[in-house]
Nanobody
Framework: QVDLGESGGGLVQPGGSLRLSCAAS????????MGWYRQAPGKQRELVAV???????NYADSVKGRFTISRDNAQNTVYLKMNSLKPEDTAVYYC?????????????WGQGTQVTVSS
């Protein structure tokens, strides 16, 4: 059974920082592209950042220069360091694992962690 467990969310003031963690179990972590998505109230879920199996990264324009995604294959964990947080970063943040086989795509989601940026 695959489980993606997010942690590290919370309430932070504008300009503050948080680090989200996603610990994966039940899958071969190193072969999965890992990503962070977020969904704000009344909005669609959007990609925040992704890191490939080779640790290539890609970010949404809205977070470039402020957020950093990283992975530790030995710990089966992906991180999202968020700096200079803004109120518009408020959302539920979801961890995603995705791998493509010969004819199938394997994709899993975590349960989400709330990030609230407010004074």
């Amino acid at each position: 059974q695959v489980d993606l467990g997010e942690s590290g969310g919370g309430l932070v003031q504008p300009g503050g920082s948080l680090r989200l963690s996603c610990a994966a179990s039940g899958l071969t972590f190193s072969i999965y592209t890992m990503g962070w998505y977020r969904q704000a109230p009344g909005k669609q879920r959007e990609l925040v950042a992704v890191i490939t199996t080779r640790s290539n990264t890609n970010y949404a324009d809205s977070v470039k220069g402020r957020f950093t995604i990283s992975r530790d294959n030995a710990q089966n964990t992906v991180y999202l360091k968020m700096n200079s947080l803004k109120p518009e970063d408020t959302a539920v943040y979801y961890c995603n694992a995705r791998a493509t086989g010969r004819s199938e795509t394997y994709e899993y989601w975590g349960q989400g962690t709330q990030v609230t940026v407010s004074s």
